[in-house]
T-cell receptor, first 113, second 114 residues
């Protein structure tokens, strides 16, 4: 039972490079989320997908794009990485019914130099 | 004013102490309240979940919600070194709706010494 799987776990990028963070869940959850976590800032929502085929902006969407590829997978793309995007990125999912919380992945530590 | 305020600590206590962690919020529409625990270099994991006002107990953990004061608390009894982690409060106005995003506090770092 893998839960939420994020790849890669670590990445170093040069300014201006692009990359895609991958997230997959095997719990048949409807909703998926991307957060970034920075010291002193807590968890901030980047984008979310309420259900397959829909995506919405969160609190800090600038510089990012997302794709809900299917019900299982939700990817986050940085088109032109900037040092300000150095952070730990977490993917999360939830069923979206009743009183259920998020299940988080283990995170991707991204450094942009 | 941030929607959710949480003292980042750090909070250091001896083993066996009672720990009180707190969050305040400004949005009166919030009615679903959660506490997450995050160990170093790990993702957050759901610890407690409460709806509206009242108390909920699970082993050594008790979550309290006071909607009139817009204040939530997590109490840890008989704290253990394994409780050393960052605790994040989270809340939303409509927890059951698909896609509803949680608003998180910044987290309080707790250290329990043996």
């Amino acid at each position: 039972n893998a839960g939420v799987t994020q790849t890669p776990k670590f990445q170093v990028l040069k300014t201006g490079q692009s990359m895609t963070l991958q997230c997959a869940q095997d719990m048949n959850h409807n909703s998926m989320y991307w957060y970034r976590q920075d010291p002193g800032m807590g968890l901030r929502l980047i984008y979310y997908s309420a259900s397959e085929g829909t995506t919405d902006k969160g609190e800090v969407p600038n510089g990012y794009n997302v794709s809900r590829l299917n019900k299982r997978e939700f990817s986050l793309r940085l088109e032109s990485a900037a040092p300000s995007q150095t952070s730990v990125y977490f993917c999360a999912s939830r069923m979206g019914q009743g009183m259920d919380g998020y299940t988080f992945g283990s995170g991707t530590r991204l450094t942009v130099v | 004013q941030k929607e959710v305020e949480q003292d980042p600590g750090p909070l250091s206590v001896p083993e066996g102490a009672i720990v009180s962690l707190n969050c305040t919020y400004s949005n009166s529409a919030f009615q679903y309240f959660m506490w997450y625990r995050q160990y170093s270099r790990k993702g957050p994991e759901l610890l407690m979940y409460t709806y509206s006002s009242g108390n909920k107990e699970d082993g050594r953990f008790t979550a309290q919600v006071d909607k009139s004061s817009k204040y939530i608390s997590l109490f840890i009894r008989d704290s253990q070194p394994s409780d050393s982690a960052t605790y994040l409060c989270a809340m939303s106005a409509a927890g059951g709706q698909a896609g509803t995003a949680l608003i998180f506090g910044k987290g309080t770092t707790l250290s329990v010494s043996s």
